[in-house]
Nanobody, 124 residues
């Protein structure tokens, strides 16, 4: 089992920045990749970014490429999502997830463990 706990979501102005954190605990040796997803009201859960656990290789959805950065701090067992130039299209509940078999997959059902999510709100 792997436990995930997101934090950092809050209200931010359009054009602003925010950094989300995902604290990882438990059997981290089972992790192959991790992803960030988001879900806005009335919409399906959407892939945002992923990182390969072994060498920190990132992957991004086209909608956030160039604005968001996924990273990992091995000493703190934490995965981050730095979000810059936030727009009114970015508000959602952001969740991190663990993929034990692959990395960079965009389908939520392929992930094994999920955090509870953190709310990001953008004011225009």
């Amino acid at each position: 089992q792997v436990q995930l706990a997101e934090s950092g979501g809050q209200l931010v102005q359009a054009g602003g920045s925010l950094r989300l954190s995902c604290a990882v605990s438990g059997r981290t040796y089972t992790i192959y990749g991790m992803g960030w997803f988001r879900q806005a009201p009335g919409k399906e859960r959407e892939f945002v970014a992923a990182i390969r656990w072994s060498d920190y290789m990132p992957k991004y959805a086209d909608t956030v490429k160039g604005r968001f950065t996924i990273s990992r701090d091995n000493a703190k067992n934490t995965v981050y999502l730095q979000m810059n130039s936030l727009t009114p299209d970015d508000p959602a509940v952001y969740s991190c997830a663990v993929d034990r078999l692959h990395w960079g997959r965009s389908e939520p059902s392929e992930y094994d463990y999920w955090g509870q999510g953190t709310q990001v709100t953008v004011s225009s």
